[in-house]
Nanobody
Framework: QVQLVESGGGLVQAGGSLRVSCAASTRTFSAYAMGWFRQGPGKEREFVAVISHSGSSTFYAESVKGRFTISRDNTKNTVYLQLNSLIPEDTAVYYC????????????????WGQGTQVTVSS
């Protein structure tokens, strides 16, 4: 069982930056691929990014590629998502997720989910 707790969301102006974090309560954090999803108002939840167990491999949704960066610190059991060049369309609840398997695909389907953190981008 893995518990995930996100933090770092907030209100930011368009063009700004924000970093969200996700702390995992497990002694085997490095055994999990970690990722981020988001759900905007009136939209379905969508894949954002995934990172491999060691952090050496990443995969991004086309809509965020070049603007967002996923990273992890296995010594702190934490995964991060750096959001740069934010646009109003990035407004969403951002969810952290985990699965034992890493995939270079937006169809990566996590088993564990956090509760989410709200990111709001004003125009």
């Amino acid at each position: 069982q893995v518990q995930l707790v996100e933090s770092g969301g907030g209100l930011v102006q368009a063009g700004g930056s924000l970093r969200v974090s996700c702390a995992a309560s497990t002694r085997t954090f490095s055994a999990y691929a970690m990722g981020w999803f988001r759900q905007g108002p009136g939209k379905e939840r969508e894949f954002v990014a995934v990172i491999s167990h060691s952090g050496s491999s990443t995969f991004y949704a086309e809509s965020v590629k070049g603007r967002f960066t996923i990273s992890r610190d296995n010594t702190k059991n934490t995964v991060y998502l750096q959001l740069n060049s934010l646009i109003p369309e990035d407004t969403a609840v951002y969810y952290c997720a985990a699965h034992l398997r890493f995939m270079y695909s937006s169809t990566w389907t996590p088993v564990y989910w956090g509760q989410g953190t709200q990111v709001t981008v004003s125009s």
